[in-house]
């Protein structure tokens, strides 16, 4: 499988990177007298324990929460994971209260998971409960739990904060995160969190890719669509609460949304977009700490953040797929096309027009065109015609001769076809759509432009086929004197 | 948290009216977040003006609550904005928009407080999380009474946000259900979008510099969404939400004081209980609302599906007696009407008690008034199949399971006209007797 064998070596290469960095840079830190110099190297080659060991947890939590985040994304519930970390306060306050009333250490990190995965869970069952069966959507289910859940929690510290046992200090880390802190034993939690829910999403990847693109044939296939769901929710509870612990509240819904978001500009396959998106989680994790491990006034899990979101911005303005401005693009040469094929059928119609009937002889297709006439044929600006001719004679279609222009041999060709492409769909909307005449020509113009040569053989079958008079067509082949043109008209004759 | 466990009005009248008028201003606006579909924007911008305060700390380097609200409001709107820009330009979708930008946004504000708050007092527990237990004690002077400040500014962002409800209301409702028609209508559906976006945000920074996000998040969505749970109308709903945010204020500060003294604490935060209150309002519209409720919808179907079983039932046996002159058991009842024999057994309970079938045996006689609503059933079905028929022109083998749909629903004076459109019949389409009208 494509991602299982791309994320292996990723994780190899992380592997070499944090095994073998420290040992390959600590000849260079010896020698440097600069103390901001050997700060840096210290820190990027991660020779601190404390470090090392907080990049790996953030890193496999990043890598984790980048690819449960594509599924979510895809099934529209970006969200889920910040209703989620809410919901998960009030089992935090429950969790405490009971282990310290019971006598045991109230702050025992597996203590507080397991009270704020019993909450988590039943806030995700509550919003599955508000959307399938009241008439609310899925953004008020998700705002009333949230709100609801994180009300209790609060409540509850309230609370507890009057307490005489346990002092509750340090409970609030779970809000804004406490990633400096982090000991080898929570970041081993981490990885092994992140490596089941890693392992659960490459095992089920053809499962969840099927639940989040076509729930309903996923359901007709047999695929036990209810139990799949469950289980992605059960690996976003998974990842939120470790991630809580980790970044905090507001911050693992970042990782859960932002890299999967930013990895949609680049492809639209999913095995690549999960991928994609991983890697994105990894590396931002990454270098958040590592920036903030050298400035230490800078909380890790906001910078880990925040260079998610600089890779978000640079995604959205240059990825390869559906981003800003590789659509900008694609819309401008697709308006040019439309243009040039706009101008050529004018001035197409407009020799047509002026030759009333269009004779064997070549003299018809240096008519010149006057631009004025051709502006007055379609609701277009000057500039905007003047330039689709300039591109048209860039392209050797036209020829331009003071105040107006004429076809090249070239430009006669595309311009038959062209019009013959039109008329084509205007005799199939009379005969077969039933629209009026008087409408067809606006109707045709809206498609022609998008007609692939297959349905234009198609049309030209049908047509034929049902014994209709293509009455309008005939010319362009007729008068070709052009060998090659002959070729290009098949059966288009009726 | 210091609040009093006895109640005291000069103290927990302030708390009460603060907290119902930040619940209501925010359940006004959020009657329209809900029906856009766009209940999260309150949790978005709450959490994304971090940066805001922190700019406007940075830049003015004074603790001054007007530049902090403006800051905030600013930011707040950019949240609004932002999560636009990003969701059309980018084609990402909605909650993935909303998620980036406020994510972004209160990371940004984290890191900007980190630098300023070392020397000053600028917490992000106290930005986001107002106490509105200390309400009261922040008072300030207006037309020589000493009222709270935060009563003075909520009361002023309440009334604002009813003008604006009132005034708009038009243009609120066509632009909220049908953007596309409001604005062929002329009226503009996007500034409509962010005069609601500036407002949102100023009534969320407003409410919870003074009583925390929490409430704001909560009152923004829950009230909205427990009146769509009890009303159609949109008038009604804000009404409702309003009077809805109003109770869960007094009775959320109510159980903030009495709920923790039944377990040996002192009070708790009124502004999560206030949010649990609403909760708890919420949970009770949607599980029994006369409407749209969770259990009356559930009642009504099963009622609905007796009645028809108990309909199956006695037109069975009425066109048995019809046919053989005997009586089926009950056997072949099930192997009929393919109903559990829990629901057979219900029903058939329930016709015996009604008099429709004899009571004190097991085998299933119909009583004369069975008998009528039987013929009355059958009469109706065979109407509804010689009218598809006639009328509608359908095949005579196609009818049977439409006329078996219809004819729980056909009263006299329908079947009255059906006779009458079918000119009479005496025989349905299949050449059975269609029985006379009693």
């Known amino acids: 499988m494509t991602p299982l064998h791309d994320l292996l070596s990723i994780g190899w290469m992380w592997l070499v990177l944090v095994t073998e960095l420290p040992d390959l840079l600590s000849a260079a830190t010896q020698s440097t007298q600069d103390s901001l110099l050997a700060d840096l190297i210290r820190v990027v080659s991660m020779r601190d324990y404390n470090t090392r060991v907080v990049i790996v947890g953030v890193a496999t939590l990043g890598g984790a929460a ?154 007709a296939q047999g695929y036990p669509v209810v139990v799949l769901d469950i289980i992605l929710m059960a690996m976003i509870v998974l990842v939120t609460i470790v991630g809580l612990q980790a970044v905090g509240l507001i911050l693992i819904i970042a990782l859960l949304v932002i890299p999967a978001a ?48 600089v890779f978000f911005f640079v995604s959205m303005m240059l990825g390869t797929r559906r981003g800003v401005l590789i659509r900008l693009i694609r819309r401008r040469q697709l308006n040019r096309r439309i243009d040039r094929q706009h101008l050529l059928r004018a001035m197409y119609e407009q020799i047509e027009r002026d030759q009333d009937a269009v004779d064997e002889s070549l003299s018809h297709r240096k008519t010149p065109v006057s631009v004025a006439k051709l502006l007055s044929m379609r609701s277009w600006t000057l500039r905007r015609l003047e330039r689709a001719i300039d591109r048209a004679v860039e392209d050797d279609l036209v020829r331009r001769s003071n105040g107006s222009c004429r076809l090249t041999g070239a430009g006669l060709t595309e311009a038959a076809r062209l019009t013959r492409q039109h008329r084509l769909w205007e005799m199939y909307l009379i005969t077969y759509a039933e629209v009026a005449t008087a409408n067809v020509d606006r109707d045709a113009d ?49 | ?20 008028f930040a619940a ?29 305060i922190a700019t406007a700390f940075f830049i003015t380097q004074s603790r001054d609550s007007l530049t902090m609200f403006i800051g905030a409001v600013v930011v707040g709107i950019l949240t609004a904005f932002f999560t636009e820009w990003i969701r059309n330009a980018g084609n990402v979708d909605e909650g993935a928009s909303m998620g980036v930008v406020f994510t972004s946004l209160f990371a940004l504000g984290l890191v900007l407080l980190v630098q300023t708050a070392d020397n000053v007092d600028l917490d992000p527990y106290c930005v986001l999380y107002g106490a509105i237990e200390l309400a009261p004690l922040d008072t300030m002077d207006f ?78 969505v829950v009230p909205p969404a427990t009146a769509y749970m009890l009303t159609d109308r949109l008038g009604i709903m804000i009404l409702l939400s309003a009077i809805i945010a109003a109770a869960s204020a007094i009775s959320g500060h109510a159980m903030a004081i009495t709920v923790p003294t039944w377990l040996g604490f002192g009070s708790t935060t009124t502004a999560g209980m206030i949010a649990v209150a609403t909760g708890i309002i919420f949970l009770l519209a949607a599980t029994f609302s006369p409407t749209h409720g969770v259990v009356v919808k559930a009642v ?132 059975r007797p269609i029985p006379d009208e009693h």
Request: glycine content about 10%; hydrophobic content about 50%; some cysteine.
């Open chain 1, 446 to 494: 809206a498609i022609e432009h998008v007609l692939a040569p297959e349905v234009i053989d198609q049309l030209e079958d049908l047509l034929d086929e049902q014994g209709t008079m293509i009455a309008v067509p005939v010319s362009p082949h007729d008068i070709a004197p052009e060998a090659e043109m002959e070729n290009k008209t098949g059966g288009g004759e009726a």
């Open chain 2, 300 to 431: 009504r179907r099963q009622v609905l599906s007796m009645t028809i079983l108990c309909d199956d039932i006695v037109a069975f046996l009425f066109r048995a007696e019809e046919i053989d002159h005997r009586t089926p058991t009950a056997e072949e009842l099930q192997e009929n009407l393919l109903a559990t024999n829990r629901a057979l057994k219900i029903a058939l309970m329930l016709l015996r008690r009604s008099g429709e079938l004899q009571a004190g045996t097991t085998s299933l006689h119909l009583t004369d008034t069975g008998r009528r609503r039987g013929q009355r059933l059958v009469r109706s079905h065979r109407l509804w199949e010689q009218y598809l028929v006639d009328r509608a022109g359908r095949e005579t083998d196609r009818i049977h399971d439409q006329a078996e749909r219809f004819e729980h629903f056909t009263d006299r004076e329908l079947r009255e006209q059906l006779a009458e459109q079918t000119d009479g019949p005496t025989e349905d389409p299949h050449g």
């Open chain 2, 143 to 220: 037309f020589g009474n000493e009222i709270p400040r935060a009563a003075v500014i909520l009361g002023a962002v309440t009334l604002i946000n009813i003008l604006f409800v009132i005034l708009f209301f038009k243009e609120l409702r066509l632009t909220s259900f049908d953007p596309a028609l409001a604005t062929t209508m002329g009226y503009s559906a996007k500034l409509m979008h962010y005069a609601l976006m500036v407002l949102v945000s100023v009534t969320a920074v407003a409410s919870f510099e003074s009583v925390g996000s929490i409430l704001v998040v909560a009152m923004f």
């Open chain 2, 1 to 20: 948290m210091m609040a009093s466990v006895q109640w005291a009005w000069s103290l927990d009248g302030w708390i009460i009216l603060v907290g119902a």
């Open chain 1, 66 to 219: 980048g690819l449960v985040g594509s599924f979510t994304l895809l099934r529209k519930r970006a969200l889920m994971g910040d209703a989620l970390a809410h919901a998960s306060t009030p089992g935090i306050a429950i969790a405490f209260i009971v282990a310290t009333s019971l006598g045991g250490d109230g702050k025992s990190i597996p203590v507080l998971l397991a009270g704020a995965s019993f909450t988590g869970l039943i806030g995700v069952a509550g919003i599955l409960l508000i959307r399938n069966q009241t008439r609310l959507k899925e953004d008020a289910a998700l705002g009333i739990v949230l709100s609801v859940f994180f009300g209790l929690g609060m409540a509850l510290f309230g609370v507890i904060q009057q307490m005489q046992t346990g002092h509750a200090a340090g409970l609030e880390g779970f809000i804004f995160g406490m990633t400096a802190s982090m000991q080898a034993a929570d970041a081993q939690l981490i990885a092994a969190v992140s490596v089941i829910v890693i392992a659960g999403c490459l095992l089920l990847f053809k499962e969840l890719q099927l639940l989040c693109f076509d729930e309903g044939f996923a359901g």
């Open chain 2, 24 to 52: 209501v201003s925010a359940a006004l606006l959020g009657n329209f977040l809900v029906l856009r579909r766009m209940s999260m924007l309150g949790d978005a911008i709450t959490h994304a003006v971090l940066p805001g």
């Open chain 1, 262 to 309: 930013a990895a949609r500009f680049w492809t639209e396959t999913m095995s690549r977009m999960i991928v994609c998106s991983a890697a994105l989680g990894v590396t931002s994790s990454v270098i958040g700490g590592l920036a903030s491990a050298m400035f230490p006034g800078l909380p890790s899990g906001a910078m880990i953040v925040l260079v998610c979101s």
